[in-house]
């Protein structure tokens, strides 16, 4: 087999000279997380080969994921058990989306009532707000509803009694289920929001986190960038895709998480790049860059 064949072996669509050129100018990966760099504990046995190569060509990383259900500093403690160093810097999640949302969009928003994890809740009030208890006397200014892997039955019902009550409605992600490795359905953020959208007969006023395309701000800002040098990475069509679309980055729809070949066939949103994993795409990408 040829070099060529091994490079674009797993990539499901013709690479036209436009496609090579807009690889070429990435300077920037931004990673989903669950169902792209690994499987629930599982790490995929590609990722570390990956992320290794992406420095050695002086291309820039960052972790960009919508599960809130750990914040920042267990998930560095996470990667950092599956062998991956980052820093703080490097990482972003739609809860510190959704708190630099309220603080830009709501400063008045102090209390909130959350249904999301003890991790999540610390790190709002680690930030300046107040968790609200389930108490119809302890009135939030606003609810917050996240992938709550420790939710109640109690604290979903009084939090569609605050929705009900008109109160600024704000959600982490649109995410319907989170991958997984054991033989179970993660029911997400989206799920959660059905449920009380049938009990509430309301939406949330704004869902943060992919496809919102301002989850890519940071990284522009941070590292004077532009959005057509950034290459979002992910395996879901609905968030990491279509936020690539909807910031003009390069939007790569890898097939090891929730996204099938089939499911690309007759979606509204197309990807850039379909591959089998992030290795496939590395090592397209680094093909570019050298061609």
Not at 55 to 82: C, E, Q, V
Not at 156 to 182: H, K, M
């Amino acid at each position: 087999m040829k070099l060529e064949d091994k490079i674009f072996e797993g990539i499901h669509q013709p690479v036209s000279p436009q496609l090579n050129e807009k690889l070429k100018r990435i300077k920037h990966v931004a990673l989903d997380m669950d169902g792209t760099i690994y499987n629930g504990s599982t790490l995929f046995p590609y990722t570390i080969e990956f992320l290794a190569g992406l420095r050695k060509a002086g291309i820039g990383y960052s972790f960009l994921t919508n599960n809130p259900s750990k914040n920042t500093h267990d998930y560095l403690s996470h990667l950092a058990k599956m062998g991956i160093k980052a820093n703080i810097e490097e990482m972003y999640t739609s809860a510190l989306g959704t708190i630099d949302y309220l603080k830009n969009n709501y400063p008045e928003v102090k209390r909130l009532f959350i249904l999301g994890t003890p991790s999540m809740i610390a790190e709002f009030e680690e930030n300046g707000f107040i968790s609200t208890a389930d108490d119809a006397d302890d009135i939030p200014d606003a609810v917050v509803v996240s992938f709550d892997t420790s939710l109640t039955y109690a604290r979903l019902c009084r939090a569609a009694w605050w929705i009900s009550r008109q109160l600024v409605y704000i959600a982490t992600n649109p995410d319907w289920v989170c991958p997984t490795d054991q033989a179970v359905i993660l029911v997400d953020c989206g799920a959660i929001c059905a449920c009380l959208e049938g009990a509430t007969k309301r939406q949330p006023d704004v869902v943060v986190g992919k496809p919102d395309p301002r989850m890519l701000d940071g990284i522009l800002q941070r590292y004077g960038l532009r959005s057509d040098e950034i290459a979002m990475v992910g395996d879901r069509l609905y968030t990491d895709v279509k936020m690539a679309v909807n910031a003009n980055a390069l939007g790569v729809l890898v097939l090891s998480g929730e996204a099938t070949i089939t499911d690309t066939i007759h979606a509204a949103v197309k990807a850039d790049i379909i591959a089998d994993n992030v290795a496939t795409f590395g090592a397209l990408l680094l093909a570019a860059k050298n061609s």
